[in-house]
């Protein structure tokens, strides 16, 4: 499975950014995703996550209320709207899937996902 995100890009603090993540030769629609981040010298970290059917969403403290993970109408793709965006928000944002059909759980831990897409750049000026 190769996930393919996208959408990062610089904006201001404040700002608002949508990041999309597909999977190509392969249908995400029935697997549990995820997004995670890793900053410069930083442990990838755990953003937000969602079951294969878009009923349960999960978000790291830090975010919630302001990141929100959801999937389109095919289920197919995830997206992650970010808004109200801050400096420490600047990351490699990372797309990620379980290889578990039908999760009923979201799932928060590095380990817990088999695939991973290439990552995407969100740099937040302040």
């Known amino acids: 499975v190769q996930l393919q995100a996208s959408g990062g890009g610089l904006v201001q603090a404040g700002g608002s950014l949508r990041l999309s993540c597909a999977a190509s030769?392969?249908?995400?629609?029935?697997?549990?995703m995820g997004w995670f981040r890793q900053a410069p010298g930083k442990e990838r970290e755990f953003v937000a996550a969602?079951?294969?059917?878009?009923?349960?969403?999960s978000y790291a403290d830090s975010v919630k209320d302001r990141f929100t993970i959801s999937r389109g109408n095919a289920k197919n793709t995830v997206y992650l709207q970010m808004i109200s965006l801050k400096p420490e928000d600047t990351a490699v944002y990372y797309c990620?899937?379980?290889?578990?059909?039908?999760?009923?759980?979201?799932?928060?831990?590095?380990?817990?996902?088999?695939?991973w897409g290439q990552g995407t750049q969100v740099t937040v000026s302040s």
């Open positions: 030769r392969r249908t995400l629609s029935t697997y549990n």
């Open positions: 990620a899937a379980d290889h578990i059909p039908y999760g009923g759980t979201p799932l928060s831990r590095r380990n817990d996902y088999d695939y």
């Open positions: 969602i079951t294969w059917s878009g009923s349960t969403t």
